[in-house]
């Protein structure tokens, strides 16, 4: 590439998807990752796309809620590119409810659902059928919602590479030099890296550990219930995610925490009983200050953007962040809502 007029700094979802963005919209584009390709967080397991609760809005839910409506589109368009599956579908989640009183929340929310998400989804209360599938629910109803929508993070990040490279792109694996505008993309290394050059903590790390099985549901919906994600996957496996840890020894070490996790996920869905586990997996989940993603220009350095930060929803937020990191840093317009910027970090 003769040319470069952005680089794309770390290969994880937000850098990836920003590249991708980039193409798009006609700019060279050239992704540079010293490590490998989804080496964070971004290789992980679960790939849950689910929304928050349909109540106290904000700008961080509203833009979760924009990008969740957007993904189908965006993935799409990138299997259509690569020739691969992300391993995107929106087919639901089915979320556990404890109690009458659990219920009854549960539907005042379904309210504010019909108003919030202007019908382009559902989040309503059903009873149990008995299906197979179904979980232990102790109030005997569920919440269904049809916005929550997976994809296996692995497949996705393949799948962006290749569609990059399809479209002229460059992704470098190994050290080098930035050109044009940057986007510093790079994940909990990248916010202890800014921790230091502010001179204040804007983002932190949070460990996590997940656990691959073996057991082909590929078209079932997900399943929660409190720290607990079920993800059933196209490629005849199911995710269990996820703990979260603020203090470790070893950010990649799978401990006894995982094997509670594991335990409760066949308590609470019973068709995961005796299932082979394949993969046990930690690494470090980024998480800005202001715990939305962090988004913008890189203070007192011009040219220098940073797009971090997307601690548990990184996956779910990417096609909305790309949109407007590159509205920002090829068009000049400042689309971040209140609350991402990185000045709200400081």
């Known amino acids: 590439m003769a ?21 798009r919209r006609g700019a060279r584009v050239r992704v540079i990752e010293s490590v490998a390709i989804g ?39 990138v299997a259509a590119a690569s020739g691969l599956s992300p ?7 089915w979320q556990v409810l ?21 019908g382009q989804a559902l989040w309503r209360v059903v009873p149990l059928k008995g299906a197979a599938w179904e979980p232990v629910s102790p109030a ?28 002229g792109g460059e992704v470098v694996l190994g050290e080098a030099a930035p050109e044009g505008a940057v986007i510093w993309a790079t994940g909990h290394a990248g916010l202890v890296d800014l921790n230091a050059a502010l001179g204040k903590r804007v983002g932190s790390g949070v460990k996590g550990q997940s656990a691959l099985l073996r057991l082909a549901v590929p078209d079932q919906p997900q399943i929660y219930a409190p720290g607990l994600h079920v993800v059933p996957h196209e490629d005849g496996t199911v995710a269990i995610g996820s703990t ?14 995982l094997e509670e996790l594991l335990a409760k996920a066949e308590q609470v869905c019973p068709a995961l009983h005796g299932a082979e586990v394949v993969e046990r997996w930690a690494g470090v989940r980024p998480r800005a200050r202001s715990r939305a993603p962090m988004l913008g220009a890189w203070p007192g350095r011009a040219g220098q953007f940073i797009a971090n930060g997307g601690f548990k929803i990184g996956f779910g937020m990417a096609p909305k962040v790309a949109a407007v990191m ?5 068009e000049g317009r400042d689309t971040i809502p209140q609350g991402f ?3 709200d970090c400081l």
């Open 3 to 23: 040319r470069v007029d952005l680089t794309v700094m770390g290969a994880g979802i937000f850098g990836l998807a920003c590249a991708w963005e980039a193409l």
């Open 39 to 77: 080496a964070g967080s971004s290789g992980g397991l679960v790939g849950a796309l689910a929304p928050h609760v349909p109540e106290n809005w904000n700008p961080k839910k509203q833009f979760q809620l924009e990008s969740l409506l957007m993904a189908q589109g965006f993935w799409q368009g």
């Open 87 to 93: 391993g995107y579908a929106r087919l639901g989640r």
């Open 98 to 118: 404890a109690d009458a009183e659990a219920v009854a929340r549960a539907q005042a929310r379904a309210d504010e659902a019909a108003v919030l998400w202007r």
């Open 140 to 167: 005997g109803f569920l919440i269904e919602d049809t916005l929550t929508a997976r994809l296996h993070p692995r497949m996705a990040a393949a799948a962006l590479v290749a569609a990059i490279r399809a479209r």
């Open 244 to 257: 979260s840890e603020n203090e470790w020894d070893d950010a990649r070490s799978v401990d006894g925490q």
């Open 326 to 330: 590159a509205d920002l840093v090829l």
């Open 341 to 343: 910027r990185v000045e």
